[in-house]
């Protein structure tokens, strides 16, 4: 009798514990995710506002078919001998010629407002630094990682397409090339060599730039306020495909080296711009000019974005990308949703369900979201002549740990991670349910 009592006990007792453990499974993988409220590390009172570009993507895609192959016999501005690519020969009626072209490939019509052309680019030789064609390889590699996640095309310039327009002048002549060559793209978004996807998900968010054709990272009291050189920055900007563009970058390319008036402009520039180093016309000395000169005739168009990191100052972010990425992964942890294993393509989607527990992570040096575009101005990572003001290998050491962090949520989709963000070539295959 004793033991049928130990048998009963021993029954009832693995009964209890399977039904306990089925009730635990299915209230962990089945109890809707909690709200932020109930986690006080991302419940913040005052939520941002520039995440347009992420919070109106559609959790459902509808695909329209663009026909590459239609081209109508009809005469458009590409037969028009008059008319050049080249930046020192003016267009005009460029609206009405784009449009033209727009009424005759239909099919390009849908979702035109919002389609961009990303543009990047380097000098033609190789480089002078030992690891600088590899760096360049792999900043290359972190655009078109960024431009296939959200459908942009990508261009990619080692050319002079101007012989005198080297350097930072260089982009001129391709951003007006690309123009003509993509009438079927409302945005041209040129995006330094040297700068890094670091937010993978989020985008730009073109609602907040209806009314504006050029838009640049900056602070508007340093332009304004201080006349700072430095107050915006030319190594990043989105800028609109139309005649308003056409005009303002025949004006701004007019100060590079191709002018006669070239030093006269270093003269202006230096005048104007207190704490401008030297004495030679730049592209970033004349924008801030014409901002500052010509701000009936420009400024009403020029958006200066400060509300995110368009263009982030590397020497300031590098130093909490291991803090984002705790941060990212204490919210997955408690977001069961969030790390959900999913295709590359749906990735938008996640971005928006993201965004809610983002609400409120600040902007600039006390954020923990991630930063969107790390630039490091000043590096030079082909030739190697960084700035002597960052000591020793920082600035190879920085991009590392920028490229590689960005590489990490690529790799996501693909189940593998980079375990140390100063080690590239090391990856791990991802446990299921990571990071919990």
Same mark, same amino acid.
């Given at each position: ?20 453990? !089925? ?150 002549? #391709? #951003? ?19 700068? #890094? ?112 990191? !368009? ?85 190879? #050491? ?39």
């Amino acid at each position: 009798m004793a033991k049928s009592n130990n048998q009963t006990s021993l029954y009832l007792t693995l009964t209890g514990s399977i039904l306990g453990f !089925l009730l635990l499974f299915f209230t962990y993988w089945f109890w809707p995710d909690p709200l932020p409220i109930h986690y006080p590390q991302f419940q913040i009172p005052n939520p941002i506002h520039f995440t347009d570009g992420i919070t109106s993507c559609p959790t459902t895609t509808t695909t329209t078919t663009t026909d590459r192959s239609h081209d109508p016999e009809n005469q458009t501005f590409y037969d028009d001998p008059t008319i050049s690519f080249s930046i020192e020969k003016s267009i005009t009626n460029w609206d009405e010629k784009r449009q033209e072209w727009l009424n005759l490939h239909p099919s390009f019509k849908p979702g035109v407002s919002e389609r961009i052309l990303v543009l990047t680019g380097s000098q033609p030789k190789p480089c002078k630094n030992p690891i600088g064609d590899h760096l360049q390889l792999r900043l290359f590699k972190n655009k078109v990682d960024y431009c296939r996640i959200h459908g942009y095309e990508i261009f990619y310039s080692n050319t002079f397409l101007q012989k005198k327009m080297r350097s930072f002048w260089a982009k001129l002549p #391709v #951003v007006k090339a690309a123009m003509m060559a993509h009438p079927e793209t409302e945005w041209i978004w040129w995006v330094d060599s040297d700068a #890094v996807f670091t937010d993978m998900e989020f985008k730009a968010p073109l609602d907040r730039y209806l009314d504006y054709n050029l838009v640049v990272h900056g602070w508007p009291d340093m332009v304004f306020g201080q006349k700072s050189w430095v107050g915006a920055n030319a190594g990043v900007f989105l800028i609109r495909n139309c005649q308003w563009s056409m005009d303002f970058m025949e004006v701004w390319a007019s100060m590079g080296p191709q002018s006669p008036d070239f030093d006269k402009w270093g003269k202006i520039q230096k005048s104007t711009l207190p704490d401008k180093l030297f004495p030679a016309s730049d592209d970033q000395s004349g924008l801030i000019y014409l901002i500052l000169k010509e701000r009936e005739k420009w400024g009403e168009k020029i958006f200066i974005e400060s509300d995110y990191e !368009l263009s982030g100052y590397w020497l300031g972010i590098v130093k909490r990308l291991a803090n984002v990425s705790d941060m990212y992964e204490d919210m997955e942890r408690w977001v069961r949703r969030l790390r959900r294993r999913y295709a590359e393509t749906n990735l938008e989607h996640y971005a928006v369900l993201r965004e809610k527990y983002l609400a409120g992570a600040g902007v600039g040096s006390d954020s923990w979201r991630r930063p969107f575009i790390t630039h490091f101005t000043g590096c030079q990572q082909c030739s190697g002549d960084h700035n002597p003001s960052y000591g020793g290998d920082s600035c190879w #050491v920085g991009m590392e740990m920028a490229l590689n962090f960005a590489d990490n949520q690529v790799l996501r989709s693909y189940g593998f991670v980079h375990p140390d963000v100063l080690n590239g070539s090391l990856v791990w295959p991802l446990s299921f349910d990571y990071p919990v």
